[in-house]
């Protein structure tokens, strides 16, 4: 009886967090997130999450993200970014579990070549990491800036995460960035990653180095 008192229990917090779930895309769904983030406030439910613009490499890109984001600490970015070509900036949540990154990288594409590149750097991480789930693909314009993106699902340890990667270009170079969550919070995040893509702003000019975050 123990057993099946549990199993109710179970059903019931699972049907309980089913119908936030639903409750949360519904309102997702029905409010311009874009502008929500440009103007500083996002509503989930009965929570406020705050957005603020960071800018990056020395004023030239800026972009909106939640207010409690910050600079992913040194330590922690060993263990999820290891590689020496890690982003130039990467910001976390307060749980670590989200993930916003950005690197002007060394290729130098054309603006009407932007949509192959896109293509070509999805088709090569499809290759090279053959268990990831892609889904959409596309060229959007972002405050006059033409941006490819695309997003997927790939396998990391004991959770699966959620990634939307986009591309533009600043003066010459490529420029990269993305947000990632655990799966099971990309109902939330994913139409929070694109308004957040959707927030980017771009002013062309020279810079004497790399620029540092806030």
Sequence with gaps: ???????????????RQKKRMENIESQLLHTDIVKAIKDGQLMIEDETIE????????????????????????????????????????????STSINVTLKIMEQQVKEEELEDFTEAMRNILQKTQPTTKMLDSGMNEVNGLQIGYFDFISPALDNKIYNLMFLFI???????????????????WKPIAYGMMESILVENKLLDGEGVGE
């Design 51 to 94: 957005f603020k613009e960071i800018s990056f490499y020395e004023d030239q890109i800026r972009m909106c993200m939640p207010a409690t984001f910050d600079v992913m600490e040194p330590e922690l970015m060993d263990i999820k970014y290891p590689s020496s070509r890690r982003p130039d900036y990467i910001y976390t949540s307060e």
């Design 170 to 188: 600043v003066g010459e170079n490529v420029t990269m960035g993305s947000v990632n969550c655990l799966k099971k919070e990309m109902n939330i």
């Design 1 to 15: 009886m123990k057993f099946m008192d549990e199993e109710v229990i179970e059903m019931t917090k699972h049907a």
